[in-house]
């Protein structure tokens, strides 16, 4: 184990959650100390465990990627003595969190009001889809969110409304899962009283769509898909180039002004239909179209060297392989290693949160399933 101190050290998590929302904020936990012991379906578990490919040392990455820190333990709900075993579970934590269809706990004596009049210092963390009142009865999947939530209104093209690449909604919501519940910590820390702390994919969506779903809720503007442009600053996308795009983002008219003298069109400022940016954004085509006629004279590397030594915020597109050697390039060490001692050591995305006094700790490797086998005498163990 590691001698590093750690934020949460104390803390006991009930992670009852599955696939990524839920996971993804109990991993976050755990790498800041908590003690995460992870339920999972007897002869099954998590649903991620069976998403592949790809495939590492037999076991899906889904499942790797966001289950680090944690023992499994397998319990099957409907078995009397697994039940009472999930019981004397839940007494002994400070956190539980669940992302079962609303209700559903409340059958087997483990919904928040249920657990929280036998454990008023319990903080009951509830994820849903659509909330747990008239959207009960929606399906909680991100790609449901996404579209019912206008993300893929926005993104792609007029003509293609498009997902973005990953399960950004679950991310987005897992984390406001785990800022939710270190408020309730500190509360209960102050007055010994836990609560139920309530988020769904609807409306962190909601929240996290920012500046589009302030223009909505202010004016009654709805956007529309710009493909790779921004409503609001331009030039402010992917150009083309000799060989590949690169991504340009001049959001100030300084940076404006240093991106034309860079590439011998210093008159592009004088000209009204730039001069400021709200009339480069209603010339939106015609300005890409000036500054592509030079950028396709050279390529990505010649511009991103050039426009980043004049201050112009810039970058190539780079796939998943160039953004980690990037990172690697930068010194911020993105990937480490999950487990220490006889485990075995999992190669994992490094949390991005840096505390100088108490850093995150990558302590266990991803467990195997059930790998505590429903036992709970080990429950002295953090």
Same mark, same amino acid.
């Given at each position: 184990?590691?001698?590093?101190?750690?934020?949460?050290?104390?803390?006991?998590?009930?992670?009852?959650?599955?696939?990524?929302? @839920?996971?993804?904020?109990?991993?976050?936990?755990?790498?800041?100390?908590?003690?995460?012991?992870?339920?999972?379906?007897?002869?099954v578990?998590?649903?991620?465990?069976?998403?592949g490919?790809?495939?590492?040392?037999?076991?899906?990455?889904?499942?790797?990627?966001?289950?680090?820190?944690?023992?499994s +333990?397998?319990?099957?709900?409907?078995?009397?003595?697994d039940?009472?075993?999930?019981?004397?579970?839940?007494?002994?934590?400070?956190?539980? +969190?669940?992302?079962?269809?609303?209700?559903?706990?409340?059958?087997?004596g483990?919904?928040?009001s249920?657990?929280?009049?036998?454990?008023p210092?319990?903080?009951?963390?509830?994820?849903?889809?659509?909330?747990?009142?008239? @959207?009960?009865h929606? %399906?909680?999947?991100?790609?449901?969110?996404?579209?019912?939530?206008?993300?893929?209104?926005?993104?792609?093209?007029?003509?293609?409304?498009?997902?973005?690449?990953?399960?950004?909604?679950?991310?987005?919501?897992?984390?406001?899962?785990?800022?939710?519940?270190?408020?309730?910590?500190?509360?209960?820390?102050?007055?010994?009283?836990?609560?139920?702390?309530? +988020?769904?994919?609807?409306?962190?969506?909601?929240?996290?769509?920012?500046?589009?779903?302030?223009?909505?809720?202010?004016?009654?503007?709805?956007?529309?898909?710009? @493909?790779?442009?921004?409503?609001?600053?331009? %030039?402010?996308?992917?150009?083309?180039t000799?060989?590949?795009?690169?991504?340009?983002?001049?959001?100030?008219?300084?940076?404006?002004?240093?991106?034309?003298?860079?590439?011998?069109?210093?008159?592009?400022?004088?000209?009204?239909?730039?001069?400021?940016?709200?009339?480069?954004?209603?010339?939106?085509?015609?300005?890409?179209?000036?500054?592509?006629?030079?950028?396709?004279t050279?390529?990505?590397?010649?511009?991103?060297?050039?426009?980043?030594?004049?201050?112009?915020?810039c970058?190539?597109?780079?796939?998943?392989?160039?953004?980690?050697?990037?990172?690697?390039?930068?010194?911020?060490?993105?990937?480490?290693?999950?487990?220490?001692?006889?485990?075995?050591?999992?190669?994992?995305?490094?949390?991005?949160?840096?505390?100088?006094?108490?850093?995150?700790?990558?302590?266990?490797?991803?467990?195997r399933l059930?790998?505590?086998?429903?036992?709970?005498?080990?429950?002295?163990?953090?």
């Amino acid at each position: 184990m590691s001698a590093q101190p750690r934020a949460l050290h104390g803390v006991r998590v009930l992670d009852l959650s599955r696939v990524l929302a @839920g996971p993804h904020a109990t991993m976050l936990l755990a790498d800041l100390g908590a003690d995460v012991i992870k339920i999972e379906r007897t002869g099954v578990g998590d649903d991620t465990r069976t998403w592949g490919p790809p495939w590492y040392d037999g076991e899906a990455t889904y499942f790797l990627g966001t289950n680090r820190n944690k023992r499994s +333990v397998c319990l099957d709900l409907t078995d009397e003595a697994d039940l009472a075993r999930l019981h004397t579970l839940a007494a002994d934590c400070d956190v539980l +969190v669940e992302n079962f269809r609303p209700g559903t706990l409340d059958k087997y004596g483990l919904g928040y009001s249920q657990l929280a009049g036998d454990h008023p210092a319990l903080v009951y963390c509830s994820i849903t889809g659509f909330g747990s009142g008239r @959207g009960a009865h929606l %399906p909680g999947y991100d790609l449901i969110a996404q579209a019912t939530g206008g993300l893929m209104s926005i993104t792609g093209t007029p003509d293609e409304p498009m997902k973005v690449g990953v399960a950004l909604v679950d991310v987005i919501t897992g984390l406001h899962a785990t800022i939710g519940i270190q408020a309730a910590l500190r509360h209960r820390d102050a007055t010994g009283e836990g609560q139920l702390v309530e +988020v769904n994919l609807l409306s962190s969506l909601l929240s996290a769509l920012s500046n589009q779903a302030s223009a909505h809720v202010l004016t009654g503007a709805v956007p529309a898909a710009l @493909g790779n442009a921004h409503p609001s600053v331009a %030039p402010y996308q992917p150009l083309r180039t000799a060989d590949r795009p690169l991504a340009v983002a001049a959001t100030t008219e300084r940076q404006f002004q240093a991106l034309a003298d860079a590439i011998g069109r210093g008159d592009l400022c004088a000209d009204p239909r730039y001069a400021s940016n709200s009339s480069r954004v209603a010339n939106r085509e015609d300005l890409i179209a000036e500054i592509e006629a030079t950028f396709v004279t050279a390529d990505a590397d010649h511009w991103f060297e050039l426009l980043t030594s004049r201050g112009v915020p810039c970058g190539p597109i780079n796939d998943l392989g160039q953004a980690f050697r990037l990172a690697e390039e930068l010194g911020l060490e993105p990937v480490v290693q999950a487990g220490t001692g006889d485990d075995r050591r999992v190669a994992q995305v490094r949390n991005p949160i840096g505390l100088s006094h108490t850093p995150a700790t990558y302590r266990r490797d991803p467990p195997r399933l059930g790998s505590r086998s429903g036992a709970v005498e080990w429950l002295d163990e953090r």
